[in-house]
């Protein structure tokens, strides 16, 4: 593999690694994030 | 609020199996294709000696998997917050299929890596979506009622414009190697053809409904999407087909039956009443025994075909041992009668030399006759071992066309060689290139009996034309097709060189094609004929 690749993959797969486990930690642990529309239609609170 | 309320969702954690939730078109269909696609994916890796184009077609049977596997996750998850980081992630793999799909056509097609700058491009594309998941520019919030993520602005303004433009880019890949592949070249234009047509339905298939149903909110459209797999494992059949692996047919079956015998299998493992149960068995039970009929059915086509194989194998292992036998008796008699001609037996009269050089003269074309048999054979089995090193085929065609003068000199031939001042090291085998070189001059002073021969060299950005131009009698249209064939002579070719094997331009074909090249030739009736060899500068890599 030559070295421009090697560099390439390595900073996608840090970037990506990081990404995933800090979005983990966001979302799955700390629960930092806006949940919407939580309350049932009217209409379908009505029938 | 922790728990899903969504009707697709199931009670527990991860209960893959409980059909009265999620459609069973979900289970049926997808995991069995997942597993065989994944598996296909690692067997082609493997038999394609981990090439460059069998890991990319693996990355993206790996990242599809991944994918449908998220969706899956998605409809079956009872808590919001792993529902939406499985939300979160989806973009990211859901760009991965474009890329590398890209990616594989160009190397499938050119038979070469794609250039650093696509690369990069490539990289920054992931990066950016990466760096952007845990972002609201990726998922704004999570909507209760409805079970979903709602996606901010890399979805919509990013993931969705590159879905498309990666069908665009494939096809636009596709047609450009149609066009530029000559028209003799019918399996590369076929390969083109089929990669455009599977791959447009692959990723239309699969973004269309993403994109439809996220639009209109309706899941059953995005249902669809994933279905695109069997035309994706309808792709890799012909890279199957391609490669000859007859023997994955049956791995294959197995794998498939074993899948679906789990999935049946396992919804004895639910709760569910006593009739439900029944009907589960027997519907396993049927289906074993129609799959072990399957298996045994494939088995035996596999076995015929094998039979059939080794019996080909066994008669050109006799055909090559014989004619190396041949050959042996033709290289003693040749050093005999060499011995002879150079005095070492004492002097011999002028009437028994004039014999002795005719008879050396038979034995060194019978030798060259059976060398050519020879590598025919190699050719055809595929057994020829290519030792690529770096050489300067510029070098090589000024040696051979010089080489060749004097023999178009004695026919009064014009003679041209036209090399442009550019670099032609190449990686090739030198021996094999020599003879492809030798072959085309060869030819064409060969059948040129009067006006001239123009050989010429150019460098194109990724491989060298080599191309050798006659003003003979040219090709009739009913021998273009048997050209670079086995024993496949034209018929005028007869007339003027009747000792012709027809093994010359198949040899050479196949060293061509040996190479990661494409051979062609133009020609007009009565004007001449030009050959064409295009060879790449670099081999693909391997490992």
């Known amino acids: 593999m030559k070295k421009s690749d090697k560099i390439l993959i390595t900073l996608v797969l840090i970037a990506t690694c990081f990404s995933f486990v800090y979005s983990f930690y966001k979302t799955v642990i700390k629960a930092d994030f806006d949940v919407v529309n939580i309350e049932p239609p009217i209409d379908s609170a009505q029938e | ?543």
């Open chain 2, 1 to 543: 609020m922790n728990t899903i309320i969504c009707p697709d969702s199931v009670p527990s954690f991860l209960r893959f199996f409980d059909l009265s939730v999620a459609p069973p078109l979900l289970f049926y269909a997808y995991i069995p294709a997942i597993i065989v696609a994944l598996f296909f994916g690692f067997y082609i890796l493997k038999k394609d000696n981990y090439s460059l184009q069998s890991k990319l077609l693996l990355g993206i049977a790996v990242s599809f998997s991944i994918w449908v596997l998220n969706l899956i996750f998605q409809w079956t998850i009872s808590y919001v917050k792993i529902d939406m980081f499985s939300w979160q992630i989806t973009p990211f793999f859901e760009i991965l299929i474009p890329i590398l799909s890209i990616y594989f056509a160009y190397v499938f097609l050119n038979k070469k890596d794609i250039p650093l700058s696509a690369k990069i491009i490539f990289s920054f594309l992931v990066f950016t979506l990466a760096i952007t998941i845990p972002t609201k520019f990726n998922t704004l919030s999570f909507d209760y009622q409805n079970c979903q993520a709602n996606y901010g602005d890399v979805y919509y303004h990013f993931v969705y414009i590159f879905e498309l433009l990666a069908i665009f880019i494939v096809d636009y890949l596709c047609i450009k190697k149609y066009l530029r592949t000559s028209k003799e070249d019918t399996t590369t234009k076929k390969q083109a053809v089929i990669l455009a047509i599977g791959s447009t339905l692959f990723l239309t298939i699969f973004f269309l409904s993403n994109i439809l149903g996220e639009f209109t909110k309706t899941y059953q459209i995005n249902l669809f999407g994933p279905m695109g797999i069997l035309v994706f494992i309808g792709f890799m059949t012909f890279m199957i087909v391609r490669y000859g692996l007859f023997q994955i047919k049956l791995i294959a079956t197995q794998a498939l039956v074993l899948g679906i015998s789990i999935l049946i299998g396992s919804q004895l493992l639910s709760p569910s009443n006593i009739i439900d149960e029944v009907v589960t068995a027997s519907t396993l039970v049927a289906f074993l025994i129609a799959g072990l009929y399957l298996i045994r059915s494939v088995k035996h086509e596999i076995e015929a075909k094998e039979a059939l194989k080794i019996a080909n194998e066994r008669q050109a292992e006799t055909t090559s041992l014989i004619t190396h036998q041949i050959r042996g008796v033709f290289t003693t008699t040749k050093a005999g009668l060499s011995a002879v001609i150079d005095g070492s037996y004492g002097p011999i009269p002028q009437n028994l030399m004039d014999v002795m050089k005719h008879m050396f003269k038979s034995q060194e074309d019978g030798v060259i006759e059976v060398q050519t048999f020879l590598q025919a054979q190699k050719i055809e089995s595929g057994t020829v071992q290519y030792d690529f090193k770096p050489f300067d085929l510029k070098t090589l065609v000024e040696e051979l066309s010089a080489k060749e003068k004097p023999r178009a000199d004695s026919k009064s031939l014009e003679y041209e060689v036209r090399i442009n001042n550019e670099d032609y090291v190449i990686e090739g085998d030198r021996v094999y290139l020599t003879q492809l070189v030798d072959n085309f001059i060869d030819n064409a002073i060969r059948y040129t009996e009067k006006g001239s021969i123009k050989i010429q060299l150019s460098r194109k950005p990724d491989s060298v034309l080599y191309s050798v131009k006659d003003s003979g009698v040219g090709i009739k249209e009913e021998d273009k097709d048997k050209i670079f064939t086995k024993y496949g002579h034209g018929t005028d070719s007869r007339k003027i060189n009747s000792d012709s094997s027809g093994l010359g331009l198949y040899i050479v074909k196949g060293i061509v094609v040996g190479h990661g090249g494409k051979i062609w030739y133009e020609t007009e009736i009565g004007k001449g004929t030009t050959f064409f060899a295009e060879i790449p500068i670099k081999q693909i890599t391997k490992k």
